[in-house]
């Protein structure tokens, strides 16, 4: 099958290109490298016998239909995006134009190509906002109250997404992804506390914790998160869909259960709280468990052991 993935060689972009040439597809990645790095797909592109073609080009860029018309994926997993809560308040221009104008582009590019489907990746905990306690683990039925421009730009892309179903016929499943982490995250360039906390503890450096540190999120991971990608090619049609573990965990609950890990007995630097967060956060899976036969498998324990051998394998 000819596979195309948008922000494929990103953190959770490369991981999903591994997969899927591992399950022997002809793989199209475009990626404009602002945070993906071509080192994530270092191995794919040297392995001869794998189908990967790479091309560097930003979703924004109108050229994106042309190119995804001529290569006529049957399926576009659409992973390119800005994805920085921070930085969408401070730059919600260039947010609306990467996850808005961007997504328009695959779907215009898709419509031309008869592409069958597009599975999304979307924001589980900025597009619901900040979700009454007693509604936590959210489901799908959770009104839309993004608090940042990202979550108003990704709710803006879940439109255009049933819109195109409706007006062309381009199937979709977008995906509400809780906080994924794991390896090839890199602190400096993405959102990902893991990965931050990680690569500090390591080094010997302090680390901070914004706000009082009570805030929760739902911490998935990498490998979890592939599968449910996978699955969505063929299943969960015209669905948003959490993919998510269910449970909270406080910042400062995984700093201590980090900093015990890697024999670090300093507390954290505290800092104060930043726009755009949300206090707490997590997904309900069930209909990810009935619609696609997904559910999480990787205890967070050994999701953030995982991380600091890879980080302690890049410092060494």
């Known amino acids: 099958m000819k596979l195309l993935v948008t922000g494929g060689a990103g953190f959770i972009g490369s991981a999903l290109v591994d997969r899927l040439l591992a399950e022997g597809h002809a793989v199209e990645v475009l990626d404009d490298l602002t945070t993906g790095s071509l080192g994530n797909l270092a191995d794919a592109r040297a392995d001869r016998t794998r189908r990967l073609t790479f091309h560097q080009i930003d979703v924004r860029d109108p050229h994106v ?22 930085a969408s308040v401070t730059r919600p221009t260039l947010d609306a134009a990467v996850n808005v104008l961007g997504t328009v582009n695959v779907l215009e590019g898709a419509r031309r190509a008869g592409t069958r489907k597009v599975v999304a990746a979307s924001s589980g905990g900025t597009v619901y906002g900040e979700v009454a306690p007693r509604h936590l683990p959210a489901t ?64 010997g450096e302090p680390c901070t914790v914004y706000g009082d540190g009570e805030q929760t999120r739902d ?85 953030t052991a995982r991380v600091l051998d890879w980080f302690r394998t890049r410092q060494g």
Request: glycine share 6%; hydrophobic share 50%.
């Open 140 to 203: 799908e039925s959770q009104a839309l109250a993004p608090l940042s421009p990202y979550g108003v730009s990704t709710r803006a892309a879940l439109d255009y997404l049933r819109l195109y179903r409706h007006l062309h016929a381009v199937e979709f499943t977008a995906l509400a992804l809780a906080n994924v982490y794991g390896p090839r995250q890199d602190p400096a360039r993405e959102a990902g506390v893991v990965s931050v906390f990680a690569s500090r503890l390591l080094a």
């Open 65 to 86: 239909v042309d190119l995804i018309a001529r290569r006529a994926p049957e399926v576009i997993f659409h992973l390119a995006a800005h994805v920085d809560v921070r």
């Open 219 to 303: 911490y998935l991971y990498l490998d979890d998160a592939v599968d449910a990608f996978v699955r969505a090619a063929d299943r969960g049609d015209g669905l948003v869909i959490n993919v998510g573990t269910g449970i909270e965990t406080t910042v400062n609950d995984l700093y201590a259960a980090m900093a015990e890990a890697t024999g670090v007995d300093a507390p954290p630097v505290a800092a104060a709280a930043r726009p755009g967060d949300l206090q707490r956060s997590a997904l309900d899976p069930t209909r990810a468990a009935i619609q696609l036969g997904w559910s999480p498998w990787t205890p967070l324990a050994e999701g």
